[in-house]
């Protein structure tokens, strides 16, 4: 079975500076990651996934995230944040089994930007 | 592009009271999933289904039940409903089972007074 683990549940930044929101996730077999954003009220929406090959991924409104499987980390990266990017972020996982492939996620954290 | 629809996108129930919650996935994908995030909670995963047929199941009550019909739309059943059910209700889909094309709906809101 699958786990993640966000270690930390509130991260305030001021506008402009640099964040990372950090993830573990622990796995017998190989996995997919995701980092997920969900503003107040509304939606889960993917920001980037990790499924193979190069372990720096790109993905919208400037984040990144870089998978380390010695650490079993993938950390999510901005470096400049914008009021905008106040949110809730979950990091997820699923393994590759055939079938459905569920999600697992981690317990999210809390990001607030002050101006 | 078309997303993943959830009907309703808000519920009000008493307790004890049953609810049906509908999704319908994103056109060509074969699989559903059902998540519950309660307040302040990271999203749980109760059941999915994949060409029809129930693929996997979670932290899902018995008092819960879900189908996926021909069409490829889900329903999750909820009867006797408690205070604590009261959560946000996602559908996922994906095609053909990968994680990696899955897409939540809007999500439903359910309230139980």
């Known amino acids: 079975a699958q786990s993640v683990t966000q270690l930390d549940s509130q991260v305030p930044v001021f506008e402009e500076a640099p964040v990372e929101l950090r993830c573990n996730y622990s796995?017998?077999?190989?996995?997919?990651l995701f980092w997920y954003v969900q503003y107040p009220n509304q939606g889960l929406q993917l920001l980037l996934k990790?499924?193979?090959?190069?372990?720096l991924v790109k993905g919208i409104n400037g984040f990144e995230a870089e998978f380390n499987k010695s650490q079993t980390s993938f950390h999510l990266r901005k470096p400049s944040v914008h009021i905008s990017d106040t949110a809730d972020y979950f990091c997820a996982v699923s393994d590759l089994r055939q079938g459905a492939q569920k999600l697992v996620f981690g317990q999210g954290t809390r990001l607030t930007i002050n101006p | 592009a078309a997303g993943v629809i959830q009907s309703p996108r808000h519920l009000i129930k008493e307790k004890r009271e049953t609810a049906t919650l509908k999704c319908y996935p994103i056109?060509?994908?074969?699989?559903v999933y059902w998540y519950q995030q309660g307040p302040g909670q990271d999203p749980q995963f109760l059941i999915s289904f994949y060409e029809k047929m129930q693929s996997d199941k979670g932290s899902i009550p018995d008092r819960f039940s879900a189908q996926q019909f021909s069409d490829y739309h889900s329903e999750l059943n909820m009867s006797s409903l408690e205070l604590g059910d009261s959560a946000l209700y996602f559908c996922a889909s994906s095609k053909q089972g990968r994680a990696d094309t899955q897409y939540f709906g809007p999500g439903t809101r359910l309230t139980v007074l």
């Open positions: 056109p060509r994908h074969d699989t």
């Open positions: 990790y499924l193979s090959g190069s372990t």
């Open positions: 796995s017998s077999v190989s996995v997919y």
